[in-house]
């Protein structure tokens, strides 16, 4: 059973960090892409950053140079350090991989998500 578990979110002022952290299980981690989305009130999800199994990574364009994805295959955790915080950062954010295997394939996974919310 596929299980992302998220933490780190909460309460910051802007310009502050926060640092989120998405723990897996289920998976053989290595092996995985991961993303983090996010869902602000009112809004569709949408795609934060990406990291490949080869540390490749994809930011959005409103993240770029603030925000830092990456992984940690030997604690089975990929990070999201978001600094330089704004208001219009407040979201919900998800961890987010997908199936690799034969019955799961292309499956998408999320995590339950954790709230971040920026005051201005």
């Known amino acids: 059973q596929v299980q992302l578990v998220e933490s780190g979110g909460g309460l910051v002022q802007a310009g502050g960090s926060l640092r989120l952290s998405c723990a897996a299980s289920?998976?053989?981690?290595?092996?995985?892409?991961m993303d983090w989305y996010r869902q602000a009130p009112g809004n569709q999800r949408e795609l934060v950053a990406s990291?490949?199994?080869?540390?490749?990574?994809v930011y959005t364009d409103s993240v770029k140079g603030r925000f830092t994805i990456s992984r940690d295959n030997t604690k089975n955790t990929v990070y999201l350090q978001m600094n330089s915080l704004k208001p219009e950062d407040t979201a919900v954010y998800y961890c987010?991989?997908?199936?690799?295997?034969?019955?799961?394939?292309?499956?998408?996974?999320w995590g339950k998500g954790t709230l971040v919310t920026v005051s201005s």
């Open positions: 987010h991989t997908k199936g690799l295997t034969p019955t799961s394939y292309g499956m998408d996974y």
């Open positions: 289920g998976i053989i981690f290595s092996l995985n892409g």
């Open positions: 990291i490949t199994v080869i540390g490749s990574t």
